[in-house]
Every structure is written in structure tokens, then in C-alpha cells.
């Protein structure tokens, strides 16, 4: 599996506006191929930042979804530079151990 953490430092104020950006596109991603599971991790604190958690089968399925039309739809008319505290950090991953409780 490939995990991909976006680190998104988002001012206190544009919380809501950045949250339901992903609200407005539910359910969009699940459908690219190989798409897994993505998770949407708030801060706990005002100055934490939030993780973008997205799995994928492999990394050629996240790599084709950055390529897509979708990926381009997601991304158009981006949130003001205000709305930031610093820039963002992609990590990429391959998850070497899985546990979850069935």
C-alpha cells in the first residue's frame, strides 16, 4: 500500500472554508482506480496543521490520479494565501506494516 500525507498549516479562521472544500468533493476520489481510503486529520491545537491522508493500492495508482482530470478538477480555485500559515509538505510512503483491528 502507498500513503501519501499532505501537512496543510491552515489559519484558525479558514478552518471551515478549507474542511468543506472536501465536504463539496465527497466521494470524488473513491472513484480513481486503485483509490483505498483518505482521511481528513484536524489539529488539535490552533497552531497544529492538518494531514491529508490519502492509501492507495500502489504508488502508480496515486501517480495516475495526479495526472487525471479529477485531480485537476479538486484543485482549481484554491483557497486565498491568507488562508495559509506556511506551505505544505507532501509525504510519500509505503506502508510496510498494516494492523487493524477486524
Known amino acids: 500500500m502507498y500513503v501519501v500525507a499532505?501537512?496543510?498549516?491552515?489559519?484558525?479562521e479558514w478552518h471551515d472554508a478549507f474542511?468543506?472544500?472536501f465536504r463539496a468533493r465527497a466521494g470524488q476520489v473513491d472513484l480513481q482506480p486503485g483509490?483505498?481510503?483518505?482521511?481528513?486529520?484536524r489539529p488539535d491545537s490552533e497552531d497544529g496543521v492538518?494531514?491529508?491522508?490519502?492509501h492507495w493500492q500502489d504508488k502508480a495508482a496515486f501517480e495516475n490520479w495526479v495526472g487525471s482530470d479529477?485531480?485537476?478538477?479538486?484543485?482549481?480555485?484554491?483557497?486565498?494565501?491568507?488562508?495559509?500559515t506556511g506551505?505544505?509538505?507532501?509525504?510519500?510512503?509505503?506502508?510496510?506494516i498494516v494492523s487493524e483491528k477486524s
Open 70 to 84: 479529477d485531480f485537476k478538477i479538486a484543485h482549481q480555485n484554491p483557497l486565498p494565501k491568507e488562508a495559509f
Open 87 to 96: 506551505p505544505g509538505k507532501l509525504e510519500r510512503h509505503t506502508a510496510i
Open 50 to 54: 492538518y494531514i491529508v491522508l490519502t
Open 19 to 21: 474542511e468543506e472544500r
Open 35 to 41: 483509490f483505498v481510503r483518505m482521511e481528513i486529520l
Open 6 to 12: 499532505n501537512r496543510v498549516p491552515v489559519a484558525a
